[in-house]
């Protein structure tokens, strides 16, 4: 039988704890034995850190699988368990928000700032006519705002729908039109890249083919002159002439909390949807466990966007839930300056920073010097997530951001699973350059082959989760049916993550990218993960992306987008040099076989708002090329080829 994925990268660096953080770690290696021994009672005790207005009878009813539901008849409210436990625990004063804006403008709030906000923007929601179960779309920068509209959904019981800022009209209107969203939350618009960039307009021609929108609540934020209609309201009128006055009523466990979409590669969005108590358990608890949040002392940043699920758990919920001051950040990291970053960790004393690859592959291109010139010394622990990141993206991570001391937790997770699934935690795992290690306790993930039989370590495969998580996503909105075709029809009795992965000797799991870009050369299925990681790896070249193409001889041969890192010369002659030396890298690094065909050297990688490669578009490049034309220097074509097929950068793909 063929291999379902090869294991081809060989990485042999592994980095103990600190003793110091080990030592006073928030969850020690006890906690695997304790779910191991019964995995219902450690989730039990994780939902038994949040406040719970009544408990509940049953931890998990799975009689109907998929379709489960967990802490049965429980009942709580989220932004009570947000907020107000935090005020009446006395902690009123303490920093939940520091935001930055672009422009430099900053706000601070308070937990009794942001609690008294809530409850305004509730009682404005209520006066417009939303009750319990009702569906509100939030369309908004990055700013307070997006915060405070989500836990006011919550407060009343409204399932929210946050949409990317950067999505056309049309993947808004769709949206709102899939979940019949009764009012949107919008701004006049953000800052981005130094100057104002409106919403309202994007919001006035989806709304125009929404008919289920009753009311539009306009944030002002850039000042800019919008267009009004019946249907609009500002914010700071309805929210600051509403009562400060709210009482939180408790929701079932199983209540709809927020819908994300999702669209994967196929066409037609998924509505993932997520419930009340088993989510916050999960968000809350990882926050406090995989980042070893101290709220009385870190300062946590966050980087995503609040439209991503990782800006809904590790912005929102889980730290908010855990009463953890962080910062938020309105723009981009090059405005005005490349070193923003550093500079805002430098300024408000980040301990705990949590990014994404394609972010610190960036900071890689930029140079080692950025990072150097900031104070990054309050930095006590790096998160990354949303792609496989490289070995060597990794190390550069832990060295020019990390002091060469700092731990990093790779964690992988998805919108469906609503919280973090595989991860080191920081204070108990040895940690290996480019692997997400293994699942939290109380998580069971496998790698399996084709028929579903788990595969030995140093094999690759399909990665599944073999039994429910609490903040598992319940059904994809409105289809249950596409639910279960989605996720649970490929492998019997498993939740199938859409991953490749494998298992490394001593059974560490390294994901090796969606399963749909698997290059199959000469018989051989081999990864896209590998062989960028490879090329990441000579001191050449920041970024990478590998796509499979057809060809005549191996079925599909592997083409490669690379940027060049810093300063290296890549005109002419260089450039061709240069061009065969990674081709022999690779070749070296994983054996012949993952040899690019061809490779491109390109000033930009396609990529979602979350910053994953978006790999279809670079194989329509791939394939449409002459077989001959090997090596494109700089080739603005090849990037114009590419950017042509990305509607104006406003993708709606993630
Ligand atoms: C949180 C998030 C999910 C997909 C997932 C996988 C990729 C996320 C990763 C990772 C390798 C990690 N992914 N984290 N791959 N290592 N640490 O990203 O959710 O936007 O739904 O994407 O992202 O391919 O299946 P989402």
């Given at each position: 039988m063929s291999e379902a994925l090869a294991n081809l990268l060989n990485e042999t660096r592994q980095f103990p704890p600190p003793a110091a953080l080990a030592a006073q770690?928030?969850?020690?290696?006890d906690a695997y034995d304790e779910a191991g021994a019964d995995r219902l009672a450690f989730w039990e005790r994780q939902a038994g850190r949040l406040a719970w207005a009544r408990p509940w009878d049953e931890v998990l009813d799975w009689s109907n699988p998929p379709f489960a539901k967990w802490f049965v008849g429980g009942q709580l409210n989220v932004a009570y368990n947000c907020l107000d436990r935090h005020v009446e625990a006395g902690n009123g004063d303490r920093v939940a928000i520091h935001w930055e804006g672009e422009p430099g403008d900053t706000r601070t709030l308070t937990y009794a700032d942001l609690h008294r906000l809530t409850c305004q923007a509730a009682n404005a929601l209520t006066d417009l006519g939303v009750v319990a179960g009702d569906r509100v779309a939030i369309y908004l920068p990055m700013i307070p705002e997006a915060a405070v509209a989500m836990l006011a959904c919550a407060r009343i019981g409204a399932t929210h729908s946050v949409v990317f800022g950067g999505f056309s009209a049309d993947a808004l209107s769709n949206r709102i039109s899939d979940a019949s969203a009764k009012v949107v939350i919008t701004a006049d618009g953000g800052y981005r890249r130094g100057k104002p960039s409106a919403l309202k307009p994007t919001v006035d021609e989806a709304v125009a083919n929404c008919p289920s929108i009753e009311h539009v609540l306009v944030v002002r934020r850039t000042g800019e002159e919008v267009a009004w209609s019946a249907k609009d309201h500002w914010w700071h009128e309805a929210v600051e002439a509403a009562s400060a006055e709210h009482v939180a009523q408790p929701f079932d466990a199983e209540h709809p909390l927020f819908i994300l979409y999702t669209s994967g590669t196929t066409a037609r969005p998924k509505g993932i949807l997520h419930t009340t108590g088993g989510y916050l358990t999960q968000a809350a608890w990882t926050a406090h466990a995989v980042f070893d949040l101290k709220p009385e002392t870190d300062v946590y940043w966050c980087?995503?966007?609040?439209?991503w699920v990782t800006g809904h758990s590790y912005i929102v919920y889980g730290p908010l839930a855990n009463g953890a001051t962080q910062v938020m950040y309105e723009g981009t990291p090059d405005t005005p300056h490349k070193g923003r970053f550093w500079e805002i960790v430098d300024k408000y004393k980040v301990s705990i920073l949590y990014t994404a690859p394609t972010l610190i592959r960036t900071m890689m291109k930029w140079g080692d010097d950025i990072p150097a010139?900031?104070?990054?010394?309050?930095?006590?622990l790096l998160g990354s997530v949303g792609e496989p990141i490289n070995p060597e993206a990794w190390m550069w991570y832990r060295q020019h951001v990390g002091r060469g001391e700092l731990p990093i937790v790779d964690t992988w997770w998805q919108t469906e699973t609503g919280a973090i699934m595989i991860s080191p935690l920081p204070g108990v795992t040895a940690t290996k350059p480019g692997s997400a290690m293994t699942p939290l306790p109380g998580v069971v993930a496998d790698v399996v082959d084709d028929q579903g039989q788990s595969v030995p370590n140093g094999g690759g495969g399909y990665l599944v989760l073999r039994e429910p998580w609490p903040s598992m996503l319940r059904t994809i909105w409105g289809d249950d049916n596409r639910f279960i075709e989605t996720y649970w029809s490929r492998f019997e009795g498993m939740y199938f993550a859409g991953d490749g992965a494998k298992k490394d000797d001593d059974g560490h799991i390294w994901l090796l990218g969606r399963v749909d870009d698997v290059m199959l050369v000469s018989g051989h299925n081999i990864s896209t993960t590998e062989v960028e990681s490879a090329l990441v790896s000579h001191p050449s070249v920041a970024e990478a992306a590998v796509v499979g193409a057809t060809d005549p001889t191996t079925g599909q041969a592997i083409v490669a987008f690379a940027i060049p890192r810093g300063t290296t010369d890549i005109s002419g002659e260089a450039g061709e040099r240069l061009i065969t030396e990674l081709r022999n890298h690779v070749a070296k690094t994983l054996g012949?076989?993952?040899?690019?065909?061809q490779i491109m050297l390109v000033p930009e990688l396609p990529k979602t708002?979350?910053?994953?490669?978006?790999?279809r578009l670079l194989r329509d490049v791939a394939e449409n090329r002459s077989l001959g034309d090997v090596t494109t220097l700089q080739d603005s074509s090849v990037m114009e080829l590419i950017s042509s097929g990305l509607s104006g950068g406003k993708s709606d793909e993630d």
């Open positions: 770690a928030n969850v020690t290696a980087t995503a966007d609040i439209g010139g900031f104070d990054l010394s309050s930095l006590r012949p076989i993952a040899k690019p065909r708002r979350s910053g994953k490669i978006m790999r």
